[in-house]
């Protein structure tokens, strides 16, 4: 099973299960979880996150009702055949640019302002990754 880094922000607004939904579907678009690759338990991931399991199971339900996740019983969560649609991913990528623009905004900011936060996590999660790649190979 993949090591997955997944991160629960409770000051974003986002409902956590909605935010591990959203970290599931991006590590597939990005190709880190793959066809038939399981997800972490739900044990594992209510113990790591300290959250309760049953947002866990929330979220993976979901995925499964959106053809993302396999849930077979007994066994744990599998990512789904055939859910690296690009269209789905632009789609879910397209609503997060425009919360982005609605909130930059609504805060005043300049387009190129929001550019720049964008470009400055963008380099922060390439840097993190490339670490933990790092890390792992030792």
Not at 13 to 25: A, H, I
Not at 57 to 75: F, M, N, P, R
Not at 86 to 92: A, D, E, I, P
Not at 120 to 128: T, V
Request: proline share 2%.
């Amino acid at each position: 099973m993949k090591n997955l880094f997944y991160h629960i922000d409770v000051y974003s607004g986002l409902p956590v299960y909605r935010q591990l939904m959203d970290q599931t579907k991006h590590y597939i678009a990005s190709g880190t979880l793959l066809l038939g690759d399981q997800l972490p338990s739900i044990r594992e991931l209510s113990t790591r996150l300290s959250i309760n399991p049953a947002t866990i199971v929330k979220a993976y339900s979901e995925l499964q009702t959106s053809g993302v996740v396999e849930i077979k019983q007994g066994k744990g969560a599998f990512v789904a055949q055939g859910c690296r649609d690009v269209q789905g991913q632009k789609l879910q990528v397209g609503k997060i640019a425009r919360q982005l623009a609605v909130e930059s905004q609504q805060l005043g900011l300049e387009l190129e302002e929001a550019q720049d936060l964008l470009e400055e996590e963008w380099i922060r999660l390439g840097r993190e990754a490339s670490r933990r790649k790092g890390m792992q190979a030792h």
